[in-house]
């Protein structure tokens, strides 16, 4: 039992990192357009975001959530986000 209710804890965590990766990579998207071309984001959120990128194309129309969501999720539970401040 306190294992499954660990499993559960850990795969909410996992759901919300991603969500919040969703978030931030958008209002980053919309942010850097709001400033133009001249501004950049620094070298270690660029490359998270062109990870996040990689997988989830920017928001700019409705659409089913549930493919960005698994995205991202997959993102943070393969440790590739992680990997990317590992790398420095």
């Known amino acids: 039992m306190l294992f499954r209710s660990a499993r ?3 795969v ?7 969500l919040e990766l969703l978030c931030a990579a958008q209002a980053l ?17 660029a490359r998270a975001l062109a990870l996040v990128r ?3 194309p920017h928001l700019d129309r409705d659409r089913e959530p549930g493919p960005d969501i ?14 990317l401040v590992e790398a420095g």
């Open 70 to 83: 698994a995205a991202a999720t997959s993102l943070v539970r393969d440790g590739a986000l992680a990997a």
């Open 12 to 18: 909410n965590v996992e759901r919300v990192l991603a």
């Open 54 to 56: 990689a997988v989830v």
């Open 8 to 10: 559960d804890v850990l």
């Open 29 to 45: 998207d919309l942010r850097l357009a709001s400033l133009g071309g001249g501004v950049a984001p620094g070298a270690g959120v």
